[in-house]
């Protein structure tokens, strides 16, 4: 047991070195560099540098250096716990990212809630139920919900918001509020502002999330232990409860290791789209820019909350389920 | 989809609407014709008073409606007009007004008196808004879309420019400095600065500053690594020389007096302090000496400076230096504009207030700005800052708001308390197929890219009426890239047009006549090598301000009925870039904004700087390092636009203005880019203004070298309410 752990946790710390090297070569990959971008991003608003003033920024922020000299300064730099500068933001990537991440952990907190809140009790209700009116009715949102990528949900629901209610347009604070020292006005003005954006990004995952409940409980309520339960004379809702529906909740679990980095850059599109303050627009933004110290920072902190997260997913499955439990030993 | 398709025909219906309505500007001429003056024509700096212009309202309305509709451009186009700098010093204002935010601090015993905070009175600059005298206070709210969009502080900020452009764009006004000679063998140009100004910290603005900045920073190498090709005359250094206190002289070995437009223009040496700072690039001529001082090893030790960096959290001295220097990353930082950074570009808002030393006031001796603070929200994408200002959540925006919501801002106008106004740009075209014309990967297709007769038929075949209309709402110009007409270097309007109207029989002819005239099956030609049809490769970049790929597709379309195929390949825009770097691409559609002021900004009209060259980066090389890289162009063309163009910097002005006449006939005969539509307000022309904002123009010059829209004078724009 415990060697399994350490073994698995020693491959988490290799394979995390092999993503320090592959998002930095990924993010170098792509022709040009951050000067060639910040050129055509100038050259897009009516603006331009000249070519020396161009040679010197690279010179400055060591562009003309190759690969392998970048990577090890970028190595260097993580070893002192300093991440580097955000070229474009001109500001240490720690805090860059740090200004966001409140935000972006509170819109996917927010979403993550949603999401489970209806897809387990539905899923639960709409396997019981099965063919019922409402198991129809919630298959039939759920595959539209399916169907409605984020981005367009999320143009539509600014759009009705917009031009039916006279709701600020997206964004996580009224105008006023935006840049207020933190207060309760502020606090309730991001509450006003969350559903929308967590419903939006809820909503497909939700839809997913009923689907997988359903038809893994449907397989569970089969089997012959919920007859031999039943028969035994166990109320219903502890029949279910109980047994059936721990077994299907393995799906839920298994996908902790992808909810943790969902966790910290939130969908990149809908954010996008909704003008969130969150990491996601950020890692776009910053990929599109060549800001490599920024861009490398965040895949960086998304494949280690990966590994991390698939690490603790696995736990929980050890523990959640006797079977993998007991298998083992 | 079909949300564009239900405003498409609101568009229609509102244009009709609007056709009968707005009467005054149907009788007005079309968008192309306002009169801009012309530096001859333009009155001379002395005569300030600009001949009271109606106002729109006291036009008497014709009792009939016009027969023709008009285009929508018409009516939403109105008057160029802004505000204008008073030089006579009999007409200064003797007494001052200020803020009362600042009055409030002066009792306070915060801050020195409004009179001891301006310059002496005899070099003071007074202006005369637009309209009337403004009153002070209120928060101007704007979007911008992150820390790379400081150019949209810049540009409003742009009143620390040495000299500058007036409203009309075509005239060098006084700026920073309050007045320019060029010596008679055009080798120095002298600037006298307005004794008494300062710095928003209060400390004293002088030569001094011009002088640290040229020894301590420019000639630095740390620093400023390669010349600024600007400061340059034929590859040859100019030098800076202090000649007292307030007035400072820029000497060249060689005759330059182009150098008076440089420094008016947005460039290394003209932009400002604030705008280069914000570049992180070091530019602008001068910068606060007594501030910036304390970050450079020569006023400690190297190791000084690094720890300073350091603890800064900065790599090096260099690296802390340029954030230092930049207006909009340090709110620290002094400037000489008329807002200063309170909260900088790199947090989710980038806040500025009033800088209580600013060295303007209007003709009653109010000190400028009127509006207290600038709010600029960060808008993660631009849809969300287009959505926002149809809200009437801005007060006056240009910049990222899109031609094609055009009819969706209208139908908001009431709802919104707002007004649209159309800025049509001077360049010829928004869309420009810029040709490869240094490309070599398939020879067939490269040679026949180098052969004009083939660049003739490419342009003859694009219909740019259904380009206007598809994509600029019928408000743009078809043409040529030639500049608008209105320009002082426009070859005339018979060169917008030349070679750049729908002919499809010459086209035809041209292609048959070059041995193109075997057809397959869908009526395409075939190459000559055997290798099937005769198809170009067009690069377009998706996400910008133009629907380059769209507007591509249509042109494949229409390039259709010359049996000419092409292929349309979006490509992320720095990929895009770094093919044209390479000269790897056949055609690329992108802007020629800029090409209007040729001197100032060439890189989108000939192939001549290495920084950014769509048509040929090989000769661009070739040019710049004087034939010592890159490729000679084998179109002798080509060479003798290189020799004008390099000659005119040492001319006096009117030969200055045939060279570029003449460079104009030469890109325009020679198809070395093609153009579609321009003259349009699709580049950041679109300007969404709330009806209470007072002084702010009907129309305002939109382009780069004017620093749309600074000369409309955003300092004197205000609140009536």
């Known amino acids: 047991m415990i060697a399994y752990i350490v073994r698995r946790v020693l491959l988490a710390i290799l394979t995390i070195w092999a993503i320090t090297v592959l998002s930095f070569l990924i993010i170098q990959l792509p022709p040009g560099d951050f000067v ?154 991001l509450i006003t502002h969350l559903p929308v954006p967590a419903i939006v990004l809820g909503v497909a995952g939700t839809a997913q999330m009923i689907r997988i409940m359903r038809s893994n409980l449907l397989d569970e309520l089969r089997k012959p232990y919920v007859m031999t339960a039943r028969a035994r004379g166990l109320s219903e809702t502890r029949v279910i409860m109980k047994y059936p529906v721990r077994v299907a909740l393995n799906p839920f679990v298994s996908t902790i290791g992808y909810l943790l980095p969902y966790v910290v850059s939130g969908s990149i599109i809908v954010s996008l789209v909704l003008s969130l303050p969150t990491v996601g627009p950020l890692l776009l933004k910053s990929l599109i820019a060549q800001d490599m110290f920024l861009a490398g920072t965040i895949v960086l902190l998304l494949g280690v909350l990966t590994v991390i997260g698939t690490l603790i997913s696995d736990l929980l499955l050890m523990w959640i389920d006797p079977r993998i439990r007991l298998g083992r030993q | ?277 914000a570049f992180q690039t070091n530019g602008g001529a001068y910068c606060p000496s007594h501030y910036l001082k304390q970050f450079l090893p020569k006023y400690s030790s190297e190791d000084a400076a690094n720890a300073k960096a350091k603890a800064a959290g900065f790599d090096n001295w260099v690296s802390y230096f340029k954030n230092r220097y930049s207006w909009a990353l340090n709110p620290d930082c002094p400037t000489m504009t008329p807002w200063k950074t309170v909260s900088p570009i790199n947090t989710p808002t980038w806040g500025m207030e009033r800088n209580p030393y600013f060295w303007q006031v209007d003709t009653e001796g109010n000190q400028l700005p009127y509006i207290d603070k600038l709010t600029m929200t960060l808008a993660e994408n631009t849809e969300v800052a287009n959505l926002r200002a149809i809200a009437g959540e801005y007060d006056c925006q240009e910049r990222h708001m899109g031609l094609a919501k055009l009819p969706v801002f209208l139908e908001n106008q009431q709802k919104g308390n707002y007004t649209v106004r159309l800025d049509p740009a001077f360049n010829g075209s928004d869309v420009a197929l810029h040709m490869g014309n240094a490309y070599t990967g398939d020879p067939e297709i490269a040679a026949l890219i180098r052969n004009k007769d083939f660049r003739h038929a490419l342009s003859m075949g694009i219909d740019r009426d259904q380009l206007n209309e598809a994509f600029w709402l019928g408000v743009g110009v078809g043409g040529s890239t030639a500049p608008s007409p209105d320009t002082i270097y426009s070859p005339g309007p018979e060169w917008n047009k030349k070679w750049c109207t729908l002919d499809l029989k010459q086209s035809n002819d041209i292609l048959d006549k070059l041995g193109y005239d075997k057809k397959d099956g869908e009526g395409y030609r075939l190459r000559k090598d055997g290798k099937g049809r005769l198809r170009l490769e067009m690069i377009t970049v998706g996400g910008a301000f133009v629907p380059y790929t769209q507007i591509g597709e249509m042109i494949k379309q229409q390039w259709k009925k010359i049996g000419v195929d092409v292929d349309v390949k979006e490509t992320e825009r720095n990929l895009a870039f770094g093919k044209t770097a390479n000269s790897e691409h056949q055609i690329i559609t992108w802007a020629n904004d800029g090409s209007e002021m040729l001197f100032l900004f060439a890189r989108h009209a000939l192939p001549v700087d290495t920084a950014e060259c769509h048509m040929g980066m090989a000769f661009a090389k070739w040019y710049s390092t004087m034939g010592a890289q890159g490729t000679k162009p084998d179109d002798p063309e080509m060479i003798r636009a290189f020799d004008l163009f390099r000659a005119a910097f040492g001319k006096k002005e009117a030969d200055q203005i045939a060279a570029a006449k003449e460079i104009w006939k030469i890109i325009v005969e020679q198809q070395w880019s093609i153009g579609t539509v321009g003259q349009s307000p699709a580049f950041m022309g679109v300007r969404i203004v709330k009806n209470n904002m007072g002084n702010v123009p009907e129309r305002q010059v939109n382009a780069q070298h004017a620093r749309t829209p600074y000369t409309s004078g955003p300092q004197t724009f205000y609140f009536k309410s």
């Open chain 1, 36 to 189: 060639t971008a910040y050129i055509a991003t100038m050259s897009a608003g009516g603006a331009g540098i000249t070519e020396g003033e161009a040679q010197a920024l690279r010179e400055q922020y060591g562009l003309d250096q190759p690969f392998h000299i970048q990577y090890l300064k970028w190595m260097g730099l993580i070893a002192q716990g300093n991440f580097g500068m955000a070229i474009e933001w001109g500001r240490p990537v720690l805090d860059v990212i740090g200004d966001r991440m409140v935000l972006t952990i509170v819109i996917s907190l927010a979403a993550i809630v949603f999401t489970w809140a209806l897809a387990l009790p539905i899923g639960i209700y709409s396997a019981v139920k099965r063919y019922s009116f409402l198991d129809y009715f919630f298959t039939f949102l759920g595959f539209i919900g399916l169907a409605i990528p984020g981005f367009m949900l999320a143009l539509i629901v600014m759009y009705i918001g917009f031009a039916y209610f006279g709701a600020s347009v997206g964004g996580l604070f009224s105008a006023e509020y935006a840049d207020a020292p933190w207060s309760l006005e502020r606090v309730w003005d």
């Open chain 2, 1 to 277: 989809m079909s949300l564009k398709k239900m405003t498409r025909r609101d568009f229609l219906k509102l244009a009709g609407v609007t056709s009968v309505g707005a009467v005054v500007a149907a009788c007005a001429p079309e968008p192309t014709k306002v009169p801009a003056p012309k530096p001859t024509d333009a009155p001379k700096p002395t005569a300030v008073p600009p001949t009271a212009a109606p106002k729109p309202t006291d036009l008497p309305k014709p009792t009939t409606a016009p027969t023709a509709a008009p285009k929508l451009g018409a009516t939403l186009i109105g008057k160029l007009e802004g505000p204008t700098i008073v030089r006579e010093t009999a007409q200064f204002p003797k007494t001052f007004k200020e803020a009362p935010m600042l009055a409030d601090l002066v009792k306070a015993g915060k801050l020195p008196e409004v009179a001891k905070r301006l310059p002496d009175p005899s070099d003071l600059m007074v202006i005369k808004p637009l309209k009337e005298i403004g009153k002070y206070g209120g928060t101007w709210r704007r979007a911008f879309t992150g820390p790379a969009d400081h150019e949209n502080g810049n540009r409003i900020n742009s009143a620390d420019k040495v000299l500058h452009f007036d409203y009309t764009g075509n005239k060098i006004v006084p700026a920073l400095a309050k007045d320019w000679k060029v010596s008679d063998d055009g080798k120095t140009i002298t600037i006298y600065l307005r004794k008494g100004a300062k710095w928003s910290d209060g400390s004293p603005f002088t030569a001094n500053d011009f002088l640290f900045w040229y020894e301590d920073v420019y000639l630095n190498k740390a620093l400023v690594p390669t010349p600024f090709f600007e400061f340059q005359i034929n590859g040859k250094n100019g030098v800076m020389k202090k000649i007292d206190d307030f007035t400072v002289a820029f000497e060249f070995p060689e005759p330059y007096p182009y150098f008076v437009y440089i420094l008016a223009g947005s460039t290394s040496m003209g932009a400002g302090f604030a705008t280069r700072g």
